[in-house]
């Protein structure tokens, strides 16, 4: 399986647990799971962008991605503690 499709099967897979976890009423794991899925994005973008020439755009997506990455860590010490 090549790396592109994995992280379309991991984004799918972020993306419909998120949708349960907003329908089950456990907005905190759906918070944590969107901060999964945009962490996941935004790096498939910044790749993305970086394979098309646009090196600016790449690194902006990769500092949100960086950036999404810390607050999944965050809100997951808030849930756990």
Partial sequence: MTQKKASV??????????????????????????????????????????????DKESRWMRYLSILFALSFVVVLLLIVF
Wanted: proline share 0%; aromatic share 10%.
């Fill in 9 to 54: 099967i991991g984004i799918v897979l972020l993306g419909v647990v998120t949708l349960f976890f907003v329908v089950r009423g456990k907005l905190d794991l759906a918070i944590l799971t969107m901060m999964a899925l945009f962490t996941l994005t935004n790096a498939s973008r910044a790749k993305s962008f970086k394979e098309q020439g646009f």
